[in-house]
């Protein structure tokens, strides 16, 4: 095999594994991996099957559909510290999630995915959990995203959000909406969906960036929708931007 060639079929793999990723435990159905990747069905039915000998993908017998196999967890181990990002994030989470009282995310970007790294429950007897620990989506279609979105150059954003394009119809979005909330943030100075995950809820972000600049990961507070008003979105999003800003400071330091 030339590198090329080789270098094409890893990025394939990979593109098939997140796509697995983001169907958790419930596994996703062969179709919706070649619709969302674009492959063709015998190039992710190859790719699969080898993914499967190799332990990294199963299949579920019942339903048919593919997941996640038991070989990733074990390589995940093979890091024992946690990164730098949530070592210097966590004096924040706890912080924000005293003060505010509703779920509290970090979200990390990986490729054209956010990923969720931590979640912290608020006091509010009303929680928010729509997303969990380890849950994947395509950039963009939740704030965490859009407030990444926001914080990269114009014309890479735009690129990512073409590239998910398709994955987006799952979402009940677009591109043109999408690029409405990114737009919105950058005026804004954070993300903000009026209309959740979650039907009646509301979700605020800010992003995080690297010392170089570059967006890494998002704070997000998720809360029914009676409990953001305008002023107490005011309140809230000023909370997730000092603590951005704390952990930005950490991360360079």
Not at 85 to 96: G, H, T, V
Not at 105 to 125: A, E
Not at 159 to 184: H, Q
Not at 198 to 216: L, R
């Amino acid at each position: 095999m030339e590198p090329r060639q080789g270098a094409q079929a890893i990025r394939r793999a990979l593109a098939v594994l997140r796509i697995l990723a983001a169907g958790r435990e419930d596994g996703v159905p062969l179709a919706e991996v070649v619709r969302t990747t674009g492959l063709t069905r015998p190039t992710v039915h190859r790719i699969v099957h080898v993914l499967i000998e190799e332990g990294i993908v199963e299949r579920h017998a019942r339903t048919g559909r593919y997941a996640i196999g038991n070989q990733v967890p074990e390589l995940a181990l093979a890091r024992p510290r946690p990164s730098r990002l949530l070592m210097a994030a966590n004096p924040s989470l706890q912080r924000a999630s005293a003060a505010i009282g509703d779920t509290l995310f970090l979200t990390v970007r990986t490729g054209n995915d956010t990923l969720c790294v931590d979640r912290r429950i608020g006091v509010y007897p009303i929680q928010v959990l729509s997303i969990e620990v380890g849950a994947r989506r395509p950039l963009g279609v939740s704030s965490a995203g859009v407030a990444i979105l926001a914080a990269m150059a114009a014309p890479e954003a735009r690129k990512i959000v073409a590239a998910n394009e398709k994955r987006f119809e799952a979402y009940r979005t677009d591109v043109a909406t999408v690029l409405g909330e990114v737009t919105a943030a950058r005026r804004l100075g954070y993300g903000m969906r009026e209309i959740g995950l979650v039907q009646g809820t509301k979700s605020i972000s800010t992003w995080i960036k690297t010392p170089d600049g570059q967006p890494a990961a998002a704070m997000t507070v998720s809360a029914v929708r009676t409990r953001l008003g305008p002023r107490r979105e005011q309140e809230v999003a000023e909370i997730l931007l000092r603590e951005a800003r704390i952990i930005e400071q950490a991360i360079g330091g």
